[in-house]
């Protein structure tokens, strides 16, 4: 697969450095290699996908149907995570892993891949990303292997609503995780809310109420071209102003200087709601892209790692870790495949083609 050069918008926090030239040392305070570009960003934050299997069918996610899920085969043991993680963290700076699927809680064992992750000798922050079925019987294990954060994804408060987002009718199962993972202290447990035109943008209020009863961190997330199907369009995407203008009919949002001065490299821009310490996150990755402040780095399920979301490219690194490359080999890859990373997504401009994996393959 060949790359795609893009347009790119301007992006928060951009580098100007020329095409080429290191922005940033290659090397941190001990001595390690870092996963620098050439725009001056280092990737610290580390999205592994465990498995491309849901148990789920949202429509901006995947067909009804499903997909060809990858052969077993082809997926990473956990011996061979283990050992990508390992030189991760303790060779190129990682310090936040975050577990994605498809679904997490369908990998077998996760409790004993999280307990082994967090024994690893430069122990990062680990969190998960999950539609929480299951996760009533499992937030509690999962925090004492050592899971640190989470983010469960919930668009309705409505199950008929939500059986018509997600093709299943399982909401009262994913209320029910994340009250399971409040009360295993995983905190804050964080909402990720995708709101569809004309299905659920009615409810972002009473979300907002919802989240501020529960003691959970709401995310408002613009809907992002990743769907299995193409059939993405923005003029009917729901837009972070949008969002905004709907909650500020209802709320007085206050723009806190300390947010904005901590927001690094989150995806978040934070609004308090007025008279409260609540505070909800939009996430304006398509009409405010956030690319120059990005420090993640991605690595499917199947061992490819990818310096971007809605990269065209892979780095393999599953062949040469099953032919035996040593540690320094497997690193020398992950920074050569960090080092090409374009500025931006470039979703705005007329070249853009969708990454061909969905965000099931891929990992959020």
Known sequence: MGSVLLGFPTVRGASTA?????????????GRRVLADRHGRVATDLRVSLTDRCNLRCTYCMPAEGLDWMPRDELLSDD????????????????????????????????????????LPDRPKIALTTNAIGLARRARALADAGLDRINISLDTLDDDTFAQLARRRRLADVLAG????????????????????????????????????????????????????????RHTMITAEEIRAQLGREFNL??????????????????????????????????????????????TADGQLRNCL????????????????????????????????????????????QPDRPMSAIGG
């Open 18 to 30: 020329a095409a080429g030239e290191a922005a940033v040392p290659v090397t941190d305070s001990r």
């Open 80 to 119: 061979e995570l283990i050992r990508l993680i390992r030189i991760g963290t303790s060779m190129l700076g990682i310090r936040t892993v975050r577990l994605t699927g498809g679904e997490p809680l369908l990998r077998k064992n996760l409790e004993g891949l999280v307990e082994r992750i967090a024994a």
């Open 178 to 233: 994340v009250t399971a993972a409040r009360e295993a202290g995983l905190q804050p447990v964080k909402i990720n809310t995708v709101l569809m035109r004309g299905i659920n943008d009615h409810e972002a209020v009473a979300l907002v109420r919802w989240a501020i009863d529960e003691g959970v961190q709401l995310r408002f997330i613009e809907q992002m071209p990743l769907d299995a199907q193409h059939g993405w369009d």
């Open 254 to 299: 206050v723009e806190d200087p300390d947010d904005a001065r901590a927001r690094g490299s989150a995806p978040a821009e934070l609004f308090r709601i007025d008279g409260t310490e609540h505070r909800v996150g939009i996430i304006a990755a398509v009409s405010q892209p956030f690319c120059g402040a990005c420090d993640r780095v991605r690595l």
């Open 310 to 353: 809605f990269a065209r490219t892979e780095q393999d690194l599953r062949t040469p870790l099953r032919a035996g490359a040593d540690d320094d080999a497997l690193a020398d890859q992950w920074v050569s495949a960090v080092a090409i990373k374009l500025p931006g997504h470039g979703i705005d401009d007329p070249s853009f083609l």
